[in-house]
């Protein structure tokens, strides 16, 4: 089967001219679908927190000796056990959030599973951005790589379609590190505004998007960048996600978080060859008043809220037909401080949680070695200890799930080849399940 | 899985000699990775850095937001030598006092602002206070939103155009995000008195000043800060994007673990210097009425609570800073070792010179501005006389190429280069504003002025916005200017007058037309295959039809009518000629 690029697909395009209608496109997409099901490789959704999430927030200790130490270090913080809202129980003497419910209802059906007390064991920093640029370049400790860790996969995957529709999407409208130096990276915020010409201009049947795409045909890094963005913008525009109806009952939030989640859902849906997306959801730093109003209104809540929803929607939106090729992964640059400060709020800490969801993570379950929060168990007196490398829990689906053999690449000087069993699956060596893509009328 | 966390090998460490190179595990991450050989893909060639197409457009460009029709002309005119007549651009820039700016004065009394000459006292009193009951949103955020409009304002109208670039500097140095209560309220205050006043003045000076600010004490929580529990923030972000930078952070070690200069000062800072200036800070804070205190005026003033101060000794940067010193001194001492320290001038003049010459500056150059810096630390006019050495460098002369205009500065750009005509203004009626249209479609690259929500600003490094949606979005907004009209229909952007003033009817050929508007807007003529690219367009050329008009013919541009529409065709190509490459390079 011929391979389907970006540049090809908008060739097509061009060449049919007006009549180059949907029924072309979808055509088209269905020939993409199938040639990214070759490859045999899970789409990656890599979710960042930044701020520093505060994971015994999200998952307080419900019981033992972890909820004696929690009362005394967050007097003021701590989330009761009874009483409304309490703490959800989630396993054991491990506790969620309220305003996280929906995580709930993922870990029972066994798609969410937990990795707790991880995060960059080599490297210690309290700064967001030394913490968020090693966390996304692979490599703590050395800021200097010049590529992120989701751009080494991509590039080095061994049979990956390097010329897919849309390969890697970055929602929002910058390019987060972890995307660093990938050269085919669109980044999309909201789709029904994503043109160059606005409505009510008289465009000459495309004549303007066409010449720019001129303009921009040298091979300079903003000549490739405009390009990019071209063509990304026409397949954007060919492919319609203005219209779109999430499936299997799935209500995703409202807010910028919901719409970039639909978005992956679709394109996943749509098979144009999503190999990777990136989601970004800011503003965790919580060092004053972090949840007056557990109930949904205080700021981690409201923040919690939308994020449980989103992966809630997402997952349930992609339905049996989807989920099972599509691993997400929640992370923050780093955890909190333990002992809640004198603002009703916590600082800069260290060890935290990692969430992977999809249809074949082995979840309902939490891993990694738990330190415990009592004196003697915390990192230098006060923070979550990171028993459990970052790159651990990556490598392990990058090799089981995104059928990336190269670790050694993705994330250089790891030697930590070790697996926690997260997600199922044999190691990429071995090679892959064939998978199924219904294309544009699945779901 | 390793069972204990380990030491903490950082590069800093292992180059300083913190940690013994035997503590490091046997395969040292960081020396491995230096051997990996990277996987390739389709690169872009990096755009090489080139001599500029002429000195007024490099000047233009870098010292301001671009040229301004007309602009070149001056320049050119500042001497008879490229040299002579830099040297006299910098010499104004850098006294804006002595610059003419009727016009743009003339705009600043049409726009009527009603908040921007507000003490603090009083945007406090006025913004602030009312509750949300009585005080309607709109005039809660009005600073916000007139500071927003003003700025835009003096970035297209503005003769010292140096001022305003150095002023999107230093509210992204300094950023706070703006849509937080207080903030949006007292923005005023933050771009008047404390970015503005100083930004030719002494670091140190505006150190304090936005150590001091409402919107710096709420945004990083100082407000706050008592010796009950010192709240970290504000510190951590003065030492880590302030002052000494990231790459003077040794992480959370002891201090002893940090190397020394030849006097014996720490070359940089650890966890519990932060620990330590922000015990330093301590009852800094704003009089907002606290409960706790019955002599808060709660009048939005910087306030020392002399009672949440932490009056014991510290100990930073390797200095001793002893016990019950008077109101203030803790965090004065602390603000003046760091501005004088050799760590804060080479970061702050690495961000200079990566504005001013590229991404990835010089370092002769950095160090040269950074000597000054570190000379002139107590001198009022210190940051001018940094500037001026970055700006006569030679590498800021003779380089061209090493950065790509970020969304604002495309925005900026295109409006200078068609001398549009809007004065901003914010709006709470109905109406669809012109200044609403244009705001909201900038907005969607996603820099809008003054909503970067993390402390560290915009990014000022190309790969972060060459993204397809700020890319995309910066042509949607250069396309919405040349769509929008004032309520009586009149364009924001002319197009005919000038063509019109400039050529003659029998010169108006789709040739002369695209020659006339590539020089105009980027002040030279790029090669000759885009001037035809651009040519082809105005002569109807589309995919069915090459050239309809031959490029040597006249077209009748007064006119707007079927089944030409020649002036709507030129309003587009010159909206192609602002969304061309060349208009992205600084």
Redesign the interface.
């Not at chain 2, 969607?444 to 820099?447: D, E, H, L, P, V």
């Not at chain 2, 190309?462 to 979005?473: C, E, R």
């Given at each position: 089967m011929p391979k389907l690029t970006r540049r090809g697909f908008l060739q097509g395009s061009l060449a049919g001219g007006a009549a180059a209608g949907l029924g072309a496109t979808s055509t088209r997409l269905h020939a993409a679908c199938a040639q990214a099901g070759a490859g045999g490789t899970d789409t990656l959704v890599y979710v960042f927190l930044r701020g520093g999430m505060d994971g015994l927030h999200l998952l307080p200790p419900i019981g033992g000796p972890d909820r004696t130490a929690y009362d005394s270090l967050r007097p003021n913080l701590a989330i009761p056990t009874s009483g409304d809202p309490a703490a959800l129980a989630l396993d054991g003497d491990v506790g969620l959030h309220p305003a996280g419910a929906p995580l709930a209802d993922l870990y029972s059906q066994g798609a969410l599973a937990i990795v707790r007390a991880v995060g960059m064991p080599t490297a210690v920093t309290r700064s967001h951005f030394d913490a968020e640029t090693f966390v996304e370049l692979g490599t703590p400790g050395d800021k200097s790589t010049n590529d992120g860790w989701i751009a080494r996969h991509l590039a080095s995957h061994p049979d990956l379609d390097p010329d897919a529709t849309i390969p890697v999407l970055a929602t929002g409208t910058h390019t987060p590190t972890s995307l660093l130096g990938d050269p085919g990276v669109l980044t999309l915020d909201r789709p029904e505004r994503f043109d160059p010409v606005v409505a009510g201009w008289p465009n000459w049947e495309g004549m303007m998007p066409a010449v720019l795409s001129d303009l921009y045909s040298g091979d300079d890094a903003v000549a490739v960048a405009g390009q990019e963005a071209l063509d990304a913008q026409a397949v954007v525009e060919e492919a319609g996600f203005a219209d779109y109806q999430p499936a299997n009952g799935a209500i995703y939030p409202e807010g910028a978080l919901g719409q970039h989640f639909q978005l992956i859902a679709q394109m996943i849906k749509q098979g144009l060859g999503l190999a990777a997306a990136t989601v970004d959801f800011g503003s965790w730093d919580t060092h004053n008043r972090q949840d007056t109003d557990l109930g949904g209104g205080g700021a981690f809540s409201s923040k919690l809220r939308e994020l449980a929803g989103a992966l809630h929607a997402f997952h349930t939106d992609l339905g049996a037909d989807h989920a099972g090729k599509v691993t997400t992964v929640v992370q923050s640059e780093f955890g909190r401080r333990v002992r809640e400060n004198a603002d009703i709020g916590t600082d800069h800490g260290y060890g935290n949680h990692m969430l992977v969801l999809g249809g074949n993570v082995n979840g309902g379950r939490l891993y990694g070695e738990w330190p415990g929060i009592r004196d003697g168990e915390r990192f230098q007196g006060e923070d979550i200890q990171a028993l459990t490398d970052y790159r651990t829990v990556l490598g392990e689906i990058l090799s089981k799930r995104l059928g990336n053999p190269n670790r050694d690449t993705v994330f250089p000087g790891f030697t930590d080849a070790g697996s926690l069993g997260v997600v199922a699956g044999s190691s990429a060596a071995t090679g892959d399940s064939a998978i199924f893509c219904s294309g544009f009328e699945g779901a | 899985?390793?069972?204990?966390?380990?030491p903490?090998?950082?590069?800093r460490h292992v180059l300083a000699g913190g940690l013994s190179l035997a503590a490091l595990?046997a395969?040292?991450?960081?020396?491995?990775?230096a051997d990996?050989r990277?996987?390739?893909?389709?690169?872009?060639?990096?755009?090489?850095v080139t001599a500029p197409p002429s000195l007024a457009v490099a000047a233009l460009n870098r010292m301001g937001f671009g040229p301004w029709p007309g602009d070149i002309e001056a320049f050119n005119a500042l001497g008879s030598t490229d040299a002579a007549r830099l040297q006299a651009y910098i010499d104004r820039q850098l006294d804006p006092a002595s610059i003419d700016d009727a016009p743009f004065e003339q705009r600043l009394a049409d726009a009527a602002y009603q908040t921007l000459g507000k003490s603090r006292t009083q945007l406090w009193a006025d913004h602030v206070l009312p509750s949300f009951d009585v005080l309607p949103w709109f005039e809660r955020i009005r600073p916000l939103l007139e500071t927003e409009a003003a700025t835009f304002l003096r970035g297209v109208y503005s003769r010292k155009q140096l001022v305003e670039v150095l002023a999107d500097f230093w509210h992204n140095h300094f950023n706070v995000f703006a849509e937080e209560f207080p903030i949006y309220s007292m923005f005023v205050h933050y771009d008047r008195e404390v970015i503005r006043a100083n930004l030719l003045g002494n670091f140190r000076q505006m150190l304090e000043d936005v150590a001091q600010s409402v919107c710096m004490l709420y945004f990083?929580?100082n407000v706050?800060?008592?010796d009950?529990?010192?709240?970290?923030?504000f510190a951590?972000e003065l030492l880590?994007?302030h002052t000494l930078g990231?790459e003077n952070?040794y992480?959370?070690g002891s201090p002893d673990t940090v190397p020394t200069d030849s006097n014996g000062d720490p070359l940089g800072y650890v966890?519990n210097d932060?620990f330590e200036a922000a015990r330093s800070f301590t009852g800094w804070t704003v009089a907002n009425g606290h409960w706790s205190d019955e002599n808060d005026p709660d009048n939005g003033s910087f306030y020392y609570r002399d009672f949440w101060h932490d009056r014991f000794s510290k100990l930073f940067l390797g200095r001793f800073i002893p016990a019950n010193q008077p109101a203030l001194k803790d965090g004065r001492d602390v603000l003046d070792m760091l501005a004088a320290h050799r760590g804060t001038a080479q970061h702050v003049c690495a961000k200079l010179c990566r504005r001013f010459i590229a991404d990835d500056p010089p370092q002769r150059v950095i160090d040269a501005a950074a000597d000054v810096f570190a000379d002139q630390w107590q001198a009022p006019d210190q940051l001018a006389q940094v500037y001026r050495v970055i700006l006569e460098s030679p590498e800021f002369a003779a380089t061209w190429g090493g950065k790509?205009k970020r969304p604002l500065e495309i925005a900026m750009s295109a409006m200078r280069a068609g001398a549009i005509n809007l004065t901003f203004k914010p709006d709470d009626t109905d109406a669809w504003t012109p200044t609403e249209q244009f705001v909201y479609?900038y907005a969607?690259?996603?820099?809008r002025l003054f909503h970067w929500?993390?402390p560290?600003g915009y990014?000022d490094e190309?790969?972060?916005?060459?993204?397809?949606?700020?890319?995309?979005?910066s042509?949607?907004t250069v396309?919405?200017l040349l769509?929008i009209e004032h309520a009586d229909d009149r364009p924001v952007i002319d197009v005919i007058q000038p063509t019109l003033d400039a050529l003659t009817a029998d010169r108006r050929t789709a040739q002369r037309l695209a020659e006339f508007w590539l020089q105009r807007i980027l002040g030279y003529l790029p090669d000759s295959a885009?001037v035809d690219?651009?040519a082809r367009?105005m002569a109807q050329?589309?995919?069915?039809t090459p050239t309809a008009i031959p490029l040597d013919e006249p077209i009748d541009i007064t006119v707007d009518e079927w089944p030409h529409?020649h002036q709507?065709?030129l309003r587009?190509m010159v909206?192609?000629v602002l969304?061309?490459?060349e208009l992205?390079?600084r």
């Open positions: - | 899985m390793q069972r204990r966390p380990r903490s090998p950082t590069r595990p395969t040292d991450p960081l020396r491995a990775f990996t990277k996987p390739q893909r389709r690169r872009p060639r990096a755009k090489g990083l929580d706050e800060s008592s009950d529990g010192p709240n970290e923030n951590r880590e994007l990231v952070y992480g959370v966890d932060v790509v479609e969607a690259t996603g820099q929500p993390a560290n990014p190309q790969a972060a916005w060459l993204s397809s949606t700020a890319m995309i979005m042509f949607r396309n919405r769509n885009r690219r651009i367009f050329e589309d995919h069915e529409y709507s065709r587009a909206g192609l969304m061309s490459p992205l390079d």
